[in-house]
């Protein structure tokens, strides 16, 4: 076996994330790593029928070549395209590398040193007796303990045992210890699923020491079930930490959100060491009520000296952006590159309209005063607002983020995709950035997607690149429909659907319960 090879064992949630976060662990960590063997995500399908009112006791998923079913109680029925296996062979350098490359990550539960992978029990012996025993020695005074992971299958505790009685000719002659091991080791199977097989057949298994464990306990440290401060659209913590990772937070970095709410993100950023600021069209927000707020929630967590500053704006009137407002990206926002990463997730404009700073007609308001005090400046001031285009709101956040990060800064956007190729929306591009990932959380209806861009060094961009023009439709006072396609698509796009879908159709294309 190659000695510098380890195995990942991941975790089964948002597989399309687990990738690109390993990548970007890399980066933080300076690590040179390399994909021996990682089963690729396949983006989300919804079938036509998935909007029926029809109740069926199963959601549909699928791998690339094969359908199988899982418990659930859903109105709908979803073909989810998934990861086949969560075992991932990775080529590190060294083992303090490996040991180092998972501290931080959410999506990946352990890292072992790799002895041996084979399909048969038989042959796994074989190459761990003739081409691991150079290892041997280190381990053979230290106290130890062996586990058996399964996936798609399951072992009773006898045959668990009988697995572990089999590597007795190892010469650990240290005790054992089940609680607090110096070494652990680990014994995975990887079983064949799917539709039609009904018996627990091996595809691989794999033999090694653990190097280190992955940090998805900072997911129910940062609970929104245990925060008192939180909005319907807080994120939640494992895709606000995921976020955090694939934008490399890290300490002595300044991160900024320019739709801050809750502070979900930043707090997540924060968590990592960067030093993190926010800005927000509703103040409310980030007061919050009763001394609750963005800073509070902070504080609760020991990380409120990594809270910069807050202010009162959206991404077209930020006082970061400098004075010319919206405008050309060749001409305007000349006070930038100063952040290390920006991350966002901006309002869809799907509940609601999406709105900015601004009156209707773009002309100015004379200052009120009330109590001798400028109305403005007041706590509970709600200052005019007027119809945006989310277009152009992106297109707004690329021109931002390509003046204000540093080189190699990243800005990570979260933007919503819908499961229907006439509502879909273009990833935005930017000539000054470059897309590293696409990661996608799929929903009933729709999806959204975080992209992670780079900032280019300067060398690198070709400001002619720079595509279309912001519709003009963007500044005036058209409807909320009229700026936001995809609000408007989202919603005839599924009543018509759920019209159309029969049972007779559904009957036609899903698979009956045997």
């Given at each position: 076996?190659?000695?510098?090879?380890?195995?990942?064992?991941?975790?089964?949630?948002?597989?399309?994330?687990?990738?690109?976060?390993?990548?970007?662990?890399?980066?933080?960590?300076?690590?040179?790593?390399?994909?021996?063997?990682?089963?690729?995500?396949?983006?989300?399908?919804?079938?036509?029928?998935?909007?029926?009112?029809?109740?069926?006791?199963?959601?549909?998923?699928?791998?690339?070549?094969?359908?199988?079913?899982?418990?659930?109680?859903?109105?709908?029925?979803?073909?989810?395209?998934?990861?086949?296996?969560?075992?991932?062979?990775?080529?590190?350098?060294?083992?303090?590398?490996?040991?180092?490359?998972?501290?931080?990550?959410?999506?990946?539960?352990?890292?072992?040193?790799?002895?041996?992978?084979?399909?048969?029990?038989?042959?796994?012996?074989?190459?761990?007796?003739?081409?691991?025993?150079?290892?041997?020695?280190?381990?053979?005074?230290?106290?130890?303990?062996?586990?058996?992971?399964?996936?798609?299958?399951?072992?009773?505790?006898?045959?668990?045992?009988?697995?572990?009685?089999?590597f007795a000719y190892l010469p650990f002659n240290?005790?054992?210890?089940?609680?607090?091991?110096?070494?652990?080791?680990?014994?995975?199977?990887?079983?064949?699923?799917?539709?039609?097989?009904?018996?627990?057949?091996?595809?691989?298994?794999?033999?090694?020491?653990?190097?280190?464990?992955?940090?998805?306990?900072?997911?129910?440290?940062?609970?929104?079930?245990?925060?008192?401060?939180?909005?319907?659209?807080?994120?939640?913590?494992?895709?606000?930490?995921?976020?955090?990772?694939?934008?490399?937070?890290?300490?002595?970095?300044?991160?900024?959100?320019?739709?801050?709410?809750?502070?979900?993100?930043?707090?997540?950023?924060?968590?990592?060491?960067?030093?993190?600021?926010?800005?927000?069209?509703?103040?409310?927000?980030?007061?919050?009520?009763?001394?609750?707020?963005?800073?509070?929630?902070?504080?609760?967590?020991?990380?409120?000296?990594?809270?910069?500053?807050?202010?009162?704006?959206?991404?077209?009137?930020?006082?970061?952006?400098?004075?010319?407002?919206?405008?050309?990206?060749?001409?305007?926002?000349?006070?930038?590159?100063?952040?290390?990463?920006?991350?966002?997730?901006?309002?869809?404009?799907?509940?609601?309209?999406?709105?900015?700073?601004?009156?209707?007609?773009?002309?100015?308001?004379?200052?009120?005063?009330?109590?001798?005090?400028?109305?403005?400046?007041?706590?509970?001031?709600?200052?005019?607002?007027?119809?945006?285009?989310?277009?152009?709101?992106?297109?707004?956040?690329?021109?931002?983020?390509?003046?204000?990060?540093?080189?190699?800064?990243?800005?990570?956007?979260?933007?919503?995709?819908?499961?229907?190729?006439?509502?879909?929306?273009?990833?935005?591009?930017?000539?000054?950035?470059?897309?590293?990932?696409?990661?996608?959380?799929?929903?009933?209806?729709?999806?959204?997607?975080?992209?992670?861009?780079?900032?280019?060094?300067?060398?690198?961009?070709?400001?002619?690149?720079?595509g279309k023009e912001k519709p003009a439709q963007?500044?005036?006072?058209?409807?909320?429909?009229?700026?936001?396609?995809?609000?408007?698509?989202?919603?005839?796009?599924?009543?018509?659907?759920?019209?159309?879908?029969?049972?007779?159709?559904?009957?036609?294309?899903?698979?009956?319960?045997?």
């Amino acid at each position: 076996m190659d000695p510098n090879l380890y195995l990942i064992r991941l975790a089964q949630f948002h597989p399309s994330f687990r990738k690109p976060e390993l990548e970007a662990l890399a980066v933080l960590a300076g690590v040179n790593l390399e994909l021996v063997q990682y089963n690729e995500y396949v983006c989300p399908q919804i079938w036509p029928c998935c909007f029926a009112t029809v109740v069926y006791e199963y959601w549909y998923y699928a791998t690339t070549d094969d359908i199988k079913f899982a418990p659930s109680s859903a109105k709908f029925v979803a073909l989810v395209l998934i990861a086949d296996s969560p075992y991932c062979i990775v080529r590190i350098p060294t083992i303090s590398a490996a040991a180092t490359l998972l501290t931080r990550s959410i999506l990946s539960k352990a890292i072992y040193h790799l002895w041996a992978s084979a399909p048969t029990y038989s042959a796994l012996h074989s190459i761990v007796r003739t081409q691991s025993s150079h290892l041997w020695p280190l381990y053979e005074k230290s106290s130890f303990k062996f586990t058996v992971d399964v996936f798609h299958g399951s072992l009773s505790e006898a045959d668990q045992k009988d697995i572990v009685d089999d590597f007795a000719y190892l010469p650990f002659n240290g005790r054992v210890s089940m609680k607090n091991p110096d070494e652990e080791f680990v014994v995975c199977q990887d079983h064949e699923h799917g539709a039609g097989i009904t018996t627990q057949t091996l595809k691989m298994i794999y033999f090694g020491r653990l190097v280190g464990r992955g940090g998805r306990k900072a997911v129910d440290t940062y609970s929104l079930k245990k925060r008192a401060y939180i909005s319907t659209t807080s994120m939640d913590a494992e895709l606000a930490l995921l976020t955090a990772n694939l934008t490399l937070a890290q300490p002595g970095k300044l991160f900024y959100d320019p739709c801050v709410g809750t502070g979900s993100i930043v707090i997540a950023c924060a968590h990592y060491g960067a030093i993190i600021m926010g800005s927000d069209l509703d103040g409310r927000a980030i007061r919050g009520k009763g001394g609750q707020g963005v800073e509070w929630s902070l504080g609760e967590y020991g990380l409120g000296g990594r809270w910069l500053d807050a202010l009162i704006g959206d991404i077209t009137f930020s006082p970061l952006r400098g004075a010319d407002g919206a405008g050309d990206y060749n001409n305007s926002w000349r006070r930038g590159n100063v952040l290390d990463g920006i991350v966002c997730d901006p309002p869809y404009g799907v509940r609601e309209g999406l709105k900015v700073l601004g009156s209707r007609d773009g002309s100015g308001k004379e200052i009120v005063w009330i109590n001798g005090k400028m109305a403005h400046l007041q706590d509970k001031y709600i200052p005019p607002k007027r119809p945006y285009s989310f277009e152009a709101l992106l297109s707004d956040i690329l021109d931002f983020a390509a003046n204000m990060l540093v080189e190699d800064g990243r800005l990570g956007l979260w933007m919503p995709i819908a499961n229907d190729e006439e509502i879909e929306m273009a990833i935005p591009e930017h000539p000054a950035l470059d897309v590293l990932s696409s990661c996608v959380q799929p929903f009933h209806k729709w999806s959204r997607r975080l992209l992670t861009y780079r900032r280019k060094p300067e060398g690198e961009i070709i400001y002619q690149e720079r595509g279309k023009e912001k519709p003009a439709q963007a500044l005036n006072g058209a409807s909320a429909d009229d700026l936001n396609n995809f609000r408007k698509r989202y919603f005839q796009s599924f009543k018509s659907a759920a019209e159309s879908t029969s049972t007779d159709a559904l009957d036609s294309i899903v698979p009956k319960k045997q």
